[in-house]
T-cell receptor
C-alpha cells in the first residue's frame, strides 16, 4: 500500500466549475500538507501549505485537511483554462530534514 | 527575484556516459533536495543536503551522487546512466524544519534523455 494515494484522473471540467481534488494517506506521522501545481514539462509550484485540520483559503483555492480521516482536499472555485495542469499533494512529518511524500498527481483539464 | 535555477533544461547523454546536472538558488535556503520524476509518477526523493550534511535515501542507486560546494549550488552526478535513468530531475530548496519551515520550492527541472 502506498503511503499517499491520489486518483490520477484525468479530470475534465468546463470553465467556471468547482473542482475537488483529493488524497488519502496512511502514515500518522504526517503533520503538514501541501498542494503543488505542475504544468507540463515544468517544476512543481507550491499552491497551498497547511499543518492543521480544517480549511485554509487563498483566492480561488481552498485546502482542507481532516487528520482523523487521513484525508486532504483541494478545491478550486471558478476554474479557468489556465488551471489545466497536474496537481500533486505532498505531505511530511517525523523527519529532521523535511522529507515530503508525494501523491501520483491528478491531471486536470479545464475546457472553455 | 529569488529563485531556484536548473541547468541545463534538457540534457541528452549516451548510455554509460557520465552526466552532471546543476542547481543553484538565490533563496539562501539551508536544505537542497534532488528528486527524480518519471512520466505520470510522483517525484521520488534521491537525496538531500542539510547545510553541508549529505543524506541518501535508502533506495537511491549508487550510480547517483551529489555535491554541494557552497550554500548556493548543488550538483547531481550520474556516473553511468542507463536507459531507466531517463526522467525529469527536480531540485528543490527549503529553509528547513529547524527554522520552522517545511515548504519546498522547486526549480524548473532538467529533462534527461539517455540514448
Amino acid at each position: 500500500q502506498k503511503e499517499v494515494e491520489q486518483d490520477p484522473g484525468p479530470l475534465s471540467v468546463p470553465e467556471g466549475a468547482i473542482v475537488s481534488l483529493n488524497c488519502t494517506y496512511s502514515n500518522s506521522a504526517f503533520q503538514y500538507f501541501m498542494w503543488y501545481r505542475q504544468y507540463s514539462r515544468k517544476g512543481p509550484e507550491l499552491l497551498m501549505y497547511t499543518y492543521s485540520s480544517g480549511n485554509k483559503e487563498d483566492g480561488r483555492f481552498t485546502a482542507q485537511v481532516d487528520k482523523s480521516s487521513k484525508y486532504i482536499s483541494l478545491f478550486i472555485r471558478d476554474s479557468q483554462p489556465s488551471d489545466s495542469a497536474t496537481y500533486l499533494c505532498a505531505m511530511g512529518g517525523g523527519t529532521s530534514y523535511g522529507k515530503l511524500t508525494f501523491g501520483q498527481g491528478t491531471i486536470l483539464t479545464v475546457h472553455p | 527575484d529569488a529563485m531556484v535555477i536548473q541547468n541545463p533544461r534538457y540534457q541528452v547523454t549516451q548510455f554509460g556516459k557520465p552526466v552532471t546536472l546543476s542547481c543553484s538558488q538565490t533563496l539562501n535556503h539551508n536544505v537542497m533536495y534532488w528528486y527524480q520524476q518519471k512520466s505520470s509518477q510522483a517525484p521520488k526523493l534521491l537525496f538531500h543536503y542539510y547545510d553541508k550534511d549529505f543524506n541518501n535515501e535508502a533506495d537511491t542507486p549508487d550510480n547517483f551522487q551529489s555535491r554541494r560546494p557552497n550554500t548556493s549550488f548543488c550538483f547531481l552526478d550520474i556516473r553511468s546512466p542507463g536507459l531507466g535513468d531517463a526522467a525529469m530531475y527536480l531540485c528543490a530548496t527549503s529553509r528547513g524544519p529547524s527554522r520552522g519551515s517545511h515548504e519546498q520550492f522547486f526549480g524548473p527541472g532538467t529533462r534527461l534523455t539517455v540514448l
